[in-house]
């Protein structure tokens, strides 16, 4: 047999066997391949922020109505609320054109705090929207379906512009009213606590004569109970170790009739806020009774001491 013939045996043997190993190799090992195969080639997922359930306006948010939920990054909107963990093309992209638009409008600003700005402008793109906590305490504006993402237009954030809207209940009204530390415990009553409101006002006496009637007298009424306070000046909701916030005016949670009471006793005389107990905040809410604008008096004689009581 000739050199060159046995040459060629010799390579198509070689490459059967290879071959044959390479076709037993598949064979044994095909699954975990085409699970690494499957690995390299799945899409990545971002961690977004949806409703954990059914969503109704005006409600305020709480750990147990949010959840993460797994999404393909390259169907991630903008909008949507993610955990940081991967960063989001489309977020950082809108982030940039933002951080650009805002530096060239603020040529008043100078180069160091635009240097933090954009320092801040990219952690906050790569992060997304920010942890879960930041949104837990914000109050529904539109309606969410659960596994819906949450979005920024549908909720309103403490501090947030239309906040106190979407934050009082339906059909109810927010009144603010003047307090001191004098009139508000001593800045012991805190958003979310329930008061009484109190009257005090001079009174005319009637019955007695030219002399007793030139004294001052005044009287202190109650005209609301158990009503809520949304807000200390603009303090909605008090820090966890906060125990007292001190303000000049509390916003009170009433039905358009007791809002209509309550403004006419601020034109009688001041108004006191008297914090109940919360085992007292199951009781009726609003007006107690329409105060009284003028008194009677009754003159007691003991001896020769005369002493006028106000009757109200």
């Known amino acids: 047999m000739k050199p060159a013939r046995i040459a060629v045996i010799a ?6 066997i290879g071959l044959a190993l390479v076709v037993r190799a598949m064979v044994a ?49 903008p909008a949507f609320i993610t955990d940081g963990s991967v960063p989001i093309p489309q977020q ?43 949104f837990i305490g914000a109050v529904v504006r539109e309606p969410i379906l659960a596994g819906e993402p949450i979005v920024g237009r549908k909720i309103v954030r403490a501090g947030d512009s239309g906040y106190m809207a979407a934050y009082l209940e339906p059909g109810m009204r927010a009144m603010a009213v003047s307090v001191t530390v004098e009139t508000a415990a001593g800045g012991f009553i805190l958003p979310g606590d329930r ?31 158990n009503v809520k306070v ?18 000049a005016t509390a916003t009170l949670e009433l039905s358009p009739r ?12 001041e108004l006191s806020l008297v914090l109940r107990s919360y085992a007292d905040a199951a009781g009726p809410s ?20 005369v002493e006028t009581v106000v009757v109200q």
């Open 195 to 225: 008061v009484d409101v109190l009257l005090t006002r001079e009174v005319t006496l009637g019955n007695v004569g030219t002399q007793e009637a030139d004294r001052s007298r005044f009287a202190s009424s109650t005209v609301m109970q």
């Open 258 to 269: 007791d809002a209509e009471a309550l403004a006419l006793a601020k034109s009688e005389g």
């Open 286 to 305: 609003g007006r107690v009774a329409a105060p009284r604008t003028e008194s009677s008096a009754v003159r007691i004689h003991r001896g020769d001491d």
């Open 92 to 134: 950082a992209a809108a982030e940039a054109a933002k951080a650009e638009a805002d530096e060239e409008a603020s040529s008043a600003v100078d180069a160091g705090e635009r240097a933090a700005q954009r320092v801040a402008r990219a952690a906050e793109a790569l992060s997304g929207g920010g942890a879960k906590a930041d």
């Open 29 to 77: 090992g095909g699954e975990p391949t085409a699970s690494a195969v499957a690995a390299v080639d799945a899409a990545p997922m971002a961690k977004v922020l949806v409703a954990a359930r059914d969503l109704q306006p005006g409600q305020r948010l709480t750990d147990q109505d949010l959840a993460w939920k797994d999404w393909a990054v390259a169907d991630v909107n």
């Open 11 to 16: 390579v198509a043997a070689i490459s059967a």
């Open 230 to 247: 949304l807000a200390i000046d603009q303090t909605t909701q008090a820090d966890e170790d906060e125990q007292a916030v001190v303000g």
